[in-house]
């Protein structure tokens, strides 16, 4: 679990949805929370306990961060997530998609065959092919499937509509994982994201998007990339 300290800057989940870009956070190596954690924060001159949401990124004092944190700590504390850092990660998946997802998070995505990925953790993201058949286009609501997920827990809960949208092919190495999002549509649910443990490798994990664009989710899709390409500590 990374350390933390007093002064440093959070930014919970209802922060973060307001912003463009999460790329500072890999410039600052700042912590993107996996799962929920008590502290005691600074506020209003007061020092007040609070519970921090997966999906929260905090910072050390001094980077350079958007204004206006949610707030900040008032004592040391054990956060659990993974360190954010600029990469360069392992990446399967197209050009146009990378660049995409490297403006959005800062992290620097190195294209490397889908064995990598899956054993040392990193992005991909599904493109036509032998592992994936395409899924009818549809138009549905975003929902969290895993909600202590940074990616989940930055999806907006609204409509949206996917250009592509594939399903990993039974018995191919993608098949299985645990899905992150989804989009439901009707009686039917889409899965849009699946994250997949790794064999080796300080990285949590292995984060495939199915879906394509990503639109409204855009800004959870960083957050999941911060967080797969990050490194996790003991």
Not at 6 to 35: F, H, K, M, N
Not at 42 to 62: F, K, Q
Not at 219 to 230: D, N
């Amino acid at each position: 679990m990374p350390r933390v300290g007093e002064g440093w800057l959070v930014y919970t989940p209802q922060r973060l949805s307001r912003l463009d870009s999460l790329s500072w956070a890999a410039e600052c190596g700042c912590i993107i929370v996996s799962e929920p954690f008590t502290a005691v924060a600074e506020a209003g001159g007061e020092r007040v306990p609070v519970a921090v949401p997966p999906g929260s990124i905090l910072c050390p004092p001094g980077c350079n961060t958007p204004p206006d944190p949610s707030y900040t700590l008032a004592t040391p504390a054990w956060a659990r997530g993974a360190t954010a850092t600029p990469g360069p990660c392992p990446y399967h998946g197209g050009a146009d998609e990378a660049r995409l997802l490297e403006e959005a998070s800062g992290v620097r995505l190195e294209e490397a065959p889908r064995s990598r990925v899956l054993e040392e953790g990193g992005v991909a993201v599904a493109q036509p092919g032998l592992d994936f058949e395409p899924l009818e286009k549809p138009c549905g609501r975003l929902e969290p499937l895993l909600a202590t997920h940074p990616a989940a827990a930055l999806l907006p809960e609204t409509d949206a509509c996917f250009e592509r949208l594939l399903d990993p092919v039974r018995g191919s190495p993608w098949w299985g994982g645990v899905p992150v999002a989804g989009l439901r549509a009707g009686r039917r649910r889409y899965r849009v994201a699946a994250r997949y443990g790794v064999l080796r490798g300080p990285r949590p994990e292995a984060l495939l998007y199915t879906a394509w664009p990503p639109g409204p989710a855009t800004l959870a899709y960083a957050a999941g990339v911060l967080y797969a390409c990050g490194a996790r500590e003991a």
